[in-house]
């Protein structure tokens, strides 16, 4: 694969990625596929974008101009402070699945002091299948979902996937 795809993969993974924590002015995901794709830059604190029409898209040459140029007016200090972020927030994503673990961990250590198998805690079940992202975790969203009906708030409480929510895009 060519950097030139990459990098307009990129834009436009930015600018669903942007669209979907709400930054404007990027479409949102509903507007992909029915009008318009967003390409943005991968930059966190740039709001550079550029709307191509679905109907009439550009050619490829013509976008991966525009990203490129575009990613040229950045200096190298941008691009190391994103990545500088980008670790600090790995880092911290880090720490809170390894906080999260010390919970299942303490539920198990909870259920053999009981005298039963350390896996027979119902919250180190859910709580481990949600940090492990098996498919029992789906039957947690499902259940959200349902106990959610009808009660003033809760609309769309369980959690979507990112892929999901982005489409899933290679």
Not at 77 to 103: G, I, P, Y
Not at 121 to 129: E, I, K, N, T
């Amino acid at each position: 694969m060519s950097d030139v795809i990459d990098e307009r993969r990129a834009a436009e993974h930015a600018g669903l990625w942007k669209a979907d924590l709400g930054q404007a002015p990027h479409y949102t995901r509903a507007f992909t596929g029915g009008g318009w794709t967003c390409i943005a830059c991968p930059l966190d604190d740039c709001d550079w974008h550029h709307d191509d029409p679905v109907s009439q898209p550009s050619a490829p040459e013509v976008l991966e101009s525009l990203v490129r140029e575009h990613l040229a007016s950045h200096s190298v200090v941008d691009f190391l402070a994103s990545l500088q972020r980008a670790r600090n927030d790995s880092t911290a994503l880090r720490e809170s699945n390894n906080r999260a673990w010390d919970v299942v961990s303490l539920h198990r250590l909870r259920a053999i002091h009981r005298g039963n198998h350390p896996t027979s805690d119902p919250v180190a079940q859910m709580l481990s299948a949600a940090l492990v992202g098996t498919t029992e975790h789906e039957d947690v969203r499902a259940e959200l979902t349902q106990l959610s009906e009808g009660v003033v708030g809760a609309q769309n409480i369980a959690s979507v996937s990112v892929a999901d929510r982005l489409g899933s895009q290679p």
